[in-house]
């Protein structure tokens, strides 16, 4: 998906959102040099895979946290390492910098295992990517959990 096409989901669907255009970014570094960062909180969003490569996460934090891989591992039961660009774009349909939640959106038979930071989940306002780098859209939490929910990819809420 495109972030127009993104964009017309979220209208088709009524979800609300603010949107924000910037040049790209690549990190939470990026983000808040570009001034993102001052329209709410911006998720880090990691995309791992176990040890065999069977199975695959995308990993969403708050911004400002530091996932031990080793500990996320144990809580999922599988030896955790960040998955390959051509994973990414194949599981995902994204780049290195644009990993976002919504990227399940193009996880056509719903593989990719979700895991939210149950900090997330309080928050009335996350800002994701909408599948590029080159904008950011702020959005409830609710409605993010909502679309990952319908699409049918299983989510993990998890202390991290």
Not at 43 to 67: A, I, W
Request: contains cysteine; aromatic residues 6%.
């Amino acid at each position: 998906m495109t972030k127009s096409d993104v964009y017309a989901l979220l209208d088709q669907k009524g979800i609300s959102y603010k949107r924000i255009d910037h040049a790209p970014v690549f990190t939470i570094e990026d983000m808040e040099a570009a001034g993102v960062c001052q329209y709410g909180n911006v998720c880090k969003n990691l995309f791992l895979r176990n040890g065999s490569g069977k199975r695959h996460f995308l990993v969403c934090v708050q911004k400002d946290k530091t996932v031990d891989l080793k500990q996320l591992g144990a809580l999922l039961g599988s030896r955790m390492s960040f998955a390959s660009e051509e994973r990414l774009q194949k599981y995902l349909g994204l780049t290195p910098g644009a990993v976002t939640p919504l990227g399940i959106l193009n996880d056509k038979n719903a593989e990719v295992e979700v895991v939210i930071d149950s900090d997330l989940a309080s928050e009335p306002s996350l800002g994701v990517h909408p599948c590029e780098n080159t904008a950011t859209i702020f959005l409830n939490f609710a409605d993010l959990k909502k679309l990952i929910e319908d699409h049918g990819n299983p989510i993990t809420y998890c202390s991290l």
